[in-house]
């Protein structure tokens, strides 16, 4: 069903769910018809693009769909966003020629936020949805979208997700019932740049529940983070994932299993984390949502 637009308010629109017997995979041509389909729909929408592969799909699918004239890429900048992802979204929406919009959002200045419960992503995304509302307004675009996809809904710990709901945030990719698979195969057939990026959620995600997040803290993570990679790669060791997930005062080093020998016969790399008391490598290795293995009951903050 596509959604319909209502006068001073971004619509939502429904996600149509199965019978429960799972289709057969369908071909990255046929699954992005689905979401061209979706947006073809709207006369106009502000996508939240956050640099990542999920929202990128949906930016670049809304101009193959509506043109770029009635399109715009929002990247919220605050203290939460790595410089390097604000500098590659600037990229890849000029790629594309539509109109990339920084504004700031303040996130710190939510209780909710800066506490770091378990409702962490609550807060943030209140702020960006409560930002970017207006600014669709402004520009008289009636819809602003987010790279929510099927796996996201179907996921145990999504509470950014209720707060996009309530204020009428439209999620294409869900709606169209794509996963994170799909939008991959489409970002490839598509041939975006993204299509194989790895995840990178904001920085607030490294620091454990409980601890306030500052300024510092987050600044401290992105520094950490940029130095080890920066160490990692002048020794010829170059990975996918890595994480430094701020514990207080120990740094936990999360990196992809191939790394973690490297890492572990070669303190002088870890040592490119400063700024912590203790650093310490986990022998698991890096996996997406790792802080959430710390909540006794995360089901409840959904």
């Known amino acids: 069903m596509t959604p319909r637009a209502v006068p001073g308010r971004i619509q939502a629109a429904a996600l149509c769910h199965s019978d429960g017997v799972p289709p ?51 990247t919220a900048v605050s203290g939460s966003l790595p410089v390097e992802e604000l500098e590659a979204a600037a990229v890849f929406a000029g790629e594309l020629g539509v109109a990339h919009l920084t504004p700031s959002t303040n996130e710190l200045a939510r209780p909710g936020y800066r506490a770091n419960g378990g409702d962490r992503c609550y807060f943030c995304k209140a702020e960006l949805l409560d930002v970017l509302l207006p600014i669709a307004a402004d520009y008289g675009l009636p819809y602003v979208a987010t790279g929510t996809n099927a796996d996201d809904l179907r996921a145990g710990f999504r509470p950014g997700i209720r ?11 869900a709606d169209a019932e794509l996963t994170k698979d799909d939008v991959r195969r489409i970002a490839r057939e598509w041939s975006l ?40 790669r002048a020794e010829g060791l170059h990975g996918r994932n890595l994480r430094v997930r701020d514990l207080g005062d120990t740094a936990r080093v999360e990196v992809d299993a191939t790394l973690i020998p490297a890492l572990a016969s070669r303190p ?3 040592a490119a984390v400063t700024g912590f008391d203790r650093v310490e490598l986990d022998p698991t290795g890096f996996r997406s949502g790792a802080m959430n293995e710390m909540l006794p009951d995360p089901a409840r903050f959904r």
């Open 24 to 74: 057969p995979a369908p071909s990255s041509a046929s699954t992005a018809e689905q979401l061209l389909a979706r947006l073809r729909g709207l006369d106009g929408v502000v996508v939240a693009f956050s640099g990542g592969v999920d929202s990128g799909v949906v930016l670049a699918g809304a101009v193959r769909a509506l043109g770029p004239g009635r399109v715009i890429a929002a």
């Open 163 to 173: 707060a996009a709901l309530e204020r009428g945030a439209i999620r294409p990719l």
């Open 193 to 232: 740049p993204l299509w194989d990026k790895p995840a990178a959620a904001c920085l607030s995600s490294r620091i454990a529940f409980g601890i306030q997040i500052n300024p510092h803290r987050l600044a401290r993570v992105e520094q950490a983070e940029r130095d080890l990679r920066s160490a990692l």
């Open 268 to 270: 002088d790399l870890l």
